[in-house]
């Protein structure tokens, strides 16, 4: 192909030698109208060849200005030398002969204009080369004899760039940077695109109702917009997905995808998804799964904060796990999600959003509450398996209704930091025996710590809840003339005094391996309602220590003891260790 394109050039400056020397115009001569020069460049029409033949930039033109535009008819192919470095704009528009092109030698091409090849209808073969880096709007637009596109250039392509390509079939671009909006709008025979990491603009994908398989980075809006056979989406490498990127995908089951931002729609309509892994996520945002109810499984893995709606009505949730990095659950996330199983959380959640897990009747934990400032109303109404303990440190607000119904709840403490603690909170939670409420606390409802709730039908078939206020209460644990001992006293609520401090015999221990020491421990006020303690060794390889307050040196070094009240009120004693 390089000799043949010399041979042209050789002739070609023949030519225009010619026509220069006897000086006459492209109407009067058919050698001026089959050839000529564009800057640096030469250009033939011979056998139903365009040949291109030069260096440098392939200037730009207007629709039909191209000097070769009138052998339009006669254009089956297209020969382009391999220094030419750019295509410009309608350099080969309207071609409708036109079959293919071909790139001589080692190509050095890196752009090619918009409306480059429009309106070329029996163009077939076309694989650009890999050094290309732009191709610019409409560049393929109505190319509808093209059924496969293949390329491994790393190019970014304009707007509309294969828009109408109507029997396009299969795109195998994997090293594409970008397509832009629109660009397989009416591609209506499109099955199957590898776009690698590229980028999709707006509506890029638009009613490829025959789509089966896409392989794409990061997603605009609405960038595949109802593609009603989607079922194999490769997103793995996606950045981000924006809202209605993937909207009204029906037959779309699973998604996978390591994109750290998803915007809240960004699924709406595909409505039959069941698994999803999002494993670097930081935000799930409003309303993202809501009433997906064929969703089944979730996998997180960095997520920080689930949105409000996020997962609301997902009738069908049943797992969701790499929850350990969340810190807040806005109202309703999960609310009647029916079938969740589980939901885990770290000491790093806290805030517990109003309804956030209302009537998710089949879920049990494990969720820690020590870092939680914060749990709204009904946060965990009716989560009757809920069976995690309650070591709230920090907590200021407990609302209404925030733990109604929950059997299985365990645990006896409040924290230290309650201010306010709403009406019903803890009623029907028949598994917890005894709660201590601090001082703080001088805002309360009313009957918060009623143990039983009897489940009753109303008249239209409606489950409803019934309790009896004077039935058996929650003891209640908080000092003397504290706000929560009035309460206790208003309804007729079982209280004990709780302790207020503890204290030891000795606060450091000195003793040599192998030996023992009695520590003595004591809780006042003398008429606390439970007087028991635990004991912990923070390093049981130097030291232990049993229920009877017995330390044991195990080898040389220091560790710390520390002996905590039973009765949920915190209070605790350090003590020293040193092994000799």
Known sequence: MKKLLSIVLAVLMCMTAMTTAISVSAKETNTVETSATVGNISWGVSGGYLYIVGSGDLPNFNAYS??????????????????????????????????SVQFDGVSKLTKIGDNAFSYCTSLTDITLPSTVKSVGKNVFYNCKAMTNFTTNCSASYGDYAFEYCTNLKTVNAPKSKSFGSNAFYGCDNLTKANLGNATLGEYCMYNNDKLVSLTAGS???????????????????????????????????????????????????SENIKTINLPKVKVIQDYTFKNAKKLQTVKLGSAQKIGKYAFYGCTNLTTITGTYNVKRVDNFAFDSCKKLKKFTSSNKLTYIGYQSFFNCQNMTGSINFSNVTYVDDTAFANCKKLASTLNFRKVTYIGTDAFFNCQKLKGNTLGTKLKKLGSKAFIGCSSISSLYVPSTCKNTGYDIFVKKVTSVKDSNGYLTYKYYPNSKKITIYGNKGSGIQSYAKLYKNPFKYAVKSVSVNSTKVVIKKGKTFKLKTYVSPTNCGNKKVTVRSSNTKIATINSKGVIKGIKKGKCKITVTSRDGSLKSKTVTVTVK
Request: charged share 15%; no cysteine.
């Open 66 to 99: 191209a000097p070769w535009s009138s052998k339009y008819q006669e254009i089956k192919r297209v020969v382009i030398d391999g220094n030419i470095t750019s295509i410009g704009s309608y350099a080969f528009y309207n071609l409708s002969n036109l079959v």
């Open 219 to 269: 997603l605009n809006k609405r960038a595949v917009y109802s593609a009603d056979n989607l079922t194999s989406l490769n997103i793995r490498n996606a950045k981000f997905i924006k809202g209605f990127a993937l909207y009204n995908l029906p037959k779309l089951t699973s998604v996978s995808t390591n994109a750290t931002s998803i915007d809240a729609d960004a699924f709406f309509g």
